[in-house]
């Protein structure tokens, strides 16, 4: 079956080179969207508790976690293991860029993570961060871009904050060592993205995401913060009059649990990918598991467009170890086509990320899908086009990454088509926020993926990196500029949703956080009698105070 589609497909190649793109029109892209779209196939409902009740759809698998328990035990009473001013949740690009926000203030600032420093969806980024460089590009056509990429559903004050930010964010990086590609004469190489008007793109290779991490993490490591790695966050504290002032962490190595006294909060968890709504494979790493969704809506803050997630269409379909496995969308903006099993170029590669998911969900829908020896489904991605139309190596050359992965499973992406599929990749929604990256909630910020509005319903390429180095350092200064007293740790938010779950007899008897996605089997299991040494933190990997960083704000 593959390989009578791979004739067809080569069959077809040449006069494929010269057609125009065909690109949907407004009516057929809606009709496309509400017909295959995952978002829009009916898997939602409402949840019952919280300040989203009845008033707007979650996927299921967010709903069932919403409307959850704690891991906590009911006879949990917290006692302060740590004091800090500044707890920052999450290890990924947007809670480092505000721990190192925050190395001038004199603050004492924990970072505690999941997993390690860095373990994170800022890793998996591949194709790269947005910044309107071009000669002719401006802010403003930035944000027009990103709107109506997002159906206009974004939030205009985030998403403005995020495109006039964007050079400025750039030297930051570069600052800090950060090595993105520049053409031969020193400037950046900028590529076009789904629905960038002009090359706004930039790269470091395919692996944008680790290049950044890579910086920020060794800046980090220098500087004051004080790490917890392997503290995963079990529930917020809260002074029983609406402040956030606090967190308990599970340490995972010690098995015990540690309470946090802090003067702010900063969840800065990330994405949701690996709920793996619909059964979708993802392009997400291990934690993420929407964490900082379930812990802020305990608090009382509403999640916004919490029903939209993004599909990237190019996820990989084969060889079954790869499956969900990124590949980037930059791929596709130097030519390479998607062509269904029949040899046909049914979409311009180019379309909105969400509306071109959809057309690949409709190929195999109707039976025009190429079958795997995996039993799967998907669509050709015609990658040798790339060397055909850019000149030899420019595949290997600009997309080392991928050809890497594909060439351990004796496939050379150069000489042979991929099969893709649409891979659960990004959490459009999530927790309200104002252009500081306050929350509803007294004392507790948010930046990145856990945040919801910036996007709308449909976010660009690239716009991600620029959303966790923007808004990860714009929350940061809010933080010291606004810096609530110390208040007392207590469990009152839990405890009344603890009282509105009795009234719900039907919901499943699932705790969150998950932490780990249900098929990767870890246990979640702590020893609540046994707390924390006071401090529990391991200062090892804090060096002394050398590290200068930049005035991110400086122009
Ligand atoms: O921002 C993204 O999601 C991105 C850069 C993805 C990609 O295709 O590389």
Request: with cysteine.
């Amino acid at each position: 079956m593959m390989e009578d589609s791979l004739k067809k497909l080569e069959a077809t190649r040449e006069q494929r080179l010269q057609m125009e793109p065909p690109i949907p029109s407004d009516a057929d892209a809606d009709k496309l969207l509400q017909e295959f779209h995952p978002d829009y196939l009916g898997m939602e409902r409402n949840v019952r508790v919280g300040p989203n009740a009845d008033t707007c759809k979650f996927p299921r698998e967010l709903a069932d976690l919403l409307e959850s328990d704690s891991h906590l035990p009911v006879d949990f009473e917290p006692s302060v293991n740590i004091e800090t001013d500044v707890l920052i949740l999450g290890g990924g690009g947007a809670g480092a860029s505000a721990a190192l926000a925050l190395e001038e203030s004199g603050l004492t600032v924990h970072l505690a993570t999941k997993l390690r420093l860095g373990d994170s969806n800022t890793v998996m980024a591949e194709g790269g961060i947005q910044a309107s460089l071009g000669a002719d590009d401006s802010s403003r056509r930035h944000f027009a871009d990103a709107y109506v990429g997002g159906h206009g559903n974004n939030n205009p004050d985030l998403l403005r904050v995020l495109c006039e930010n964007s050079a400025d964010t750039i030297r930051w990086l570069g600052n800090l060592g950060c090595m993105l590609d520049r053409n031969e004469d020193g400037t950046f190489r900028l590529r076009s993205g789904g629905g960038t008007s002009m090359p706004r793109v930039l790269a470091c290779k395919d692996y944008t995401g680790l290049e950044i991490m890579r910086v920020l993490k060794d800046a980090v490591m220098l500087s004051n913060t004080r790490l917890l790695q392997e503290h995963a966050a079990v529930e917020l504290l809260d002074d029983g009059a609406g402040q956030v002032t606090g967190a308990v962490l599970w340490d995972r190595n010690k098995g015990n649990l540690v309470t946090v006294s802090a003067r702010a909060v900063m969840l800065a968890t990330g994405g949701s990918g690996q709920l793996r709504l619909q059964g979708f494979p993802t392009s997400n790493h291990l934690g993420a598991t929407g964490d900082g969704l379930i812990l802020a809506y305990r608090q009382g803050c509403k999640l916004v467009h919490g029903e939209s997630y993004q599909y990237h269409p190019s996820g990989t379909a084969y060889p079954e170890a790869l499956v969900g496995q990124l590949v980037t969308e930059s791929i596709r903006s130097i030519g390479a086509q998607v062509v269904n099993a029949e040899g046909e170029r049914f979409i311009g590669e180019m379309a909105f990320r969400d509306v071109l998911a959809a057309a690949i969900i409709r190929e195999v829908a109707e039976k025009r899908g190429v079958q795997t020896p995996t039993h799967r489904a998907g669509v050709w991605l015609d990658t040798p086009l790339i060397d055909i139309i850019n000149g030899e190596g420019t595949l290997r050359r600009q997309f080392p990454g991928i050809v890497h992965r594909f060439e351990r499973y004796q496939i050379d992406p150069a000489e042979q088509p991929i099969l893709i599929y649409p891979t659960l990749h990004y959490q459009n929604g999530g927790i309200q926020v104002d252009r500081e990256g306050r929350t509803e909630a007294k004392g507790l910020w948010a930046a990145g993926e856990v945040t919801g509005g910036l996007h709308g319903t449909n976010r660009l390429m690239g716009n991600s990196l620029l959303d966790i180095t923007v808004f990860g350092r714009r929350a940061a200064m809010s933080v010291q500029k606004d810096l609530p007293l110390r208040r007392p740790v207590t469990l009152t938010c839990l405890n009344r949703l603890r009282d509105r779950l009795k009234n719900i007899s039907d919901r499943r008897e699932l705790l969150s956080p998950q932490f780990f996605p249900t098929q990767a089997g870890m246990k979640v299991s702590f020893d609540k009698q046994k707390t924390a040494e006071s401090p529990t933190a391991d200062f090892s990997s804090a060096g002394p105070s050398t590290y200068e960083p930049p005035d991110p704000f400086a122009k």
